[in-house]
Nanobody, 121 residues
Framework: QVQLVESGGGLVQAGGSLRLSCTAS????????MGWYRQAPGKQRELVAA???????NYADSVKARFSLSRDNAKKSVYLQMNSLKPEDTAVYYC???????????????WGQGTQVTVSS
């Protein structure tokens, strides 16, 4: 199996910053896409930002110019720097990775347990 461990959520005032981290471990041959999604109460889970291995980052329009995604392939980690946070950014943030497993050699999607981000006005 594959585990995604997240950290970095919390409570922050509007205009503040947070940095989320996610590290993958386990039965991993390679990681393809890696990124973050979020789900606010009563809403569907939505893409925040995702970065394919060797590709360019895809950001949700609502976070462009405020959030920055980076990836460390050697550490199997992805980071989300969130600046100029707004109350509407409040949600549970989930790390996602599309992994090619070592055995069996198949691609699967994996999710972290989620980390709460709350932005107060």
């Amino acid at each position: 199996q594959v585990q995604l461990v997240e950290s970095g959520g919390g409570l922050v005032q509007a205009g503040g910053s947070l940095r989320l981290s996610c590290t993958a471990s386990g039965n991993i041959f390679s990681i393809n896409d890696m990124g973050w999604y979020r789900q606010a109460p009563g809403k569907q889970r939505e893409l925040v930002a995702a970065l394919p291995s060797g590709g360019s980052t895809n950001y949700a329009d609502s976070v462009k110019a405020r959030f920055s995604l980076s990836r460390d392939n050697a550490k199997k980690s992805v980071y989300l720097q969130m600046n100029s946070l707004k109350p509407e950014d409040t949600a549970v943030y989930y790390c996602n990775a599309e992994v090619t497993m070592t055995f069996p050699r198949v691609r699967r999607d994996f999710w972290g347990q989620g980390t709460q981000v709350t932005v107060s006005s």
